[in-house]
């Protein structure tokens, strides 16, 4: 499965975007996940959702972050809100199918008054 990350760009903090991820085919099933890494560190999970919508956020960002399916079954979406500087990253979603990852190529964030 393909996955296309949209939805970032420049932003002041306090502000918001939705981050999409599309993919190619049917990720009703699959475990989707949000990542995010800024240069020179590691990739970080920071939000993920099962087939039946249960989601989970690292603590540091519940209650800023909010994530979804779509209702097309190959979507999903990334509500970003209260964002501050320390939100800029590129941000990545992956797919779980199988044991097996499938990344997007990753949407640029960025925070800045």
């Known amino acids: 499965v393909q996955l296309v990350e949209s939805g970032g760009g420049f932003v002041q903090p306090g502000g918001s975007l939705r981050l999409s991820c599309a993919a190619s085919?049917?990720?009703?099933?699959?475990?989707m996940a949000w990542y995010r890494q800024v240069p020179g560190k590691e990739r970080e999970f920071i939000a993920g959702i099962d087939n039946v919508g249960t989601t989970s956020h690292v603590d540091s960002l519940k209650g800023r972050f909010t994530l979804s399916r779509g209702d097309a079954k190959n979507t999903v979406y990334h509500q970003m809100n209260s964002l501050t500087l320390e939100d800029t990253a590129v941000y990545y979603c992956?797919?779980?199918?199988?044991?097996?990852?499938?990344w997007g190529q990753g949407t640029q964030v960025t925070v800045s008054s």
């Open positions: 992956k797919a779980d199918r199988n044991s097996k990852g499938y």
């Open positions: 085919a049917s990720i009703s099933l699959d475990y």
